[in-house]
């Protein structure tokens, strides 16, 4: 049975940093593509950052230098490094996790980010 667990939400100071990560159980993340979501209370889902498995990261323009995606192949999970946070980042972030050429693709269930003064 494959899982996907995230960890490291919370609430956080304007500036502040967190990071988040998505553990891995039943597949070896190695293999899939691996991407974080957000979606904001009465928003839409979007894109936030993802990297292959040639180790290539692609992030929205939103974050890009405040947040790094990166795998620690150990925990066989993907970490997400928030830094410079700011209220507009406010979200839940879900993992997804897809084999590249087929449909195989598992989601987690959300780890909610909250960053207020």
């Known amino acids: 049975q494959v899982q996907l667990v995230e960890s490291g939400g919370g609430s956080v100071q304007p500036g502040g940093s967190l990071r988040l990560s998505c553990v891995a159980s039943?597949?070896?993340?190695?293999?899939?593509?691996v991407g974080w979501y957000r979606q904001a209370p009465g928003k839409q889902r979007e894109f936030v950052a993802d990297?292959?498995?040639?180790?290539?990261?692609r992030y929205a323009d939103s974050v890009k230098g405040r947040f790094t995606i990166s795998r620690e192949n150990a925990k066989n999970s993907v970490a997400l490094q928030m830094n410079s946070l700011t209220p507009e980042d406010t979200a839940v972030y879900s993992c997804?996790?897809?084999?590249?050429?087929?449909?195989?693709?598992?989601w987690g269930q959300g780890t909610p980010v909250t960053v207020s003064s």
């Open positions: 990297i292959d498995t040639s180790d290539d990261t």
């Open positions: 039943g597949i070896d993340l190695i293999l899939y593509s």
């Open positions: 997804h996790v897809e084999l590249m050429g087929t449909v195989i693709e598992f």
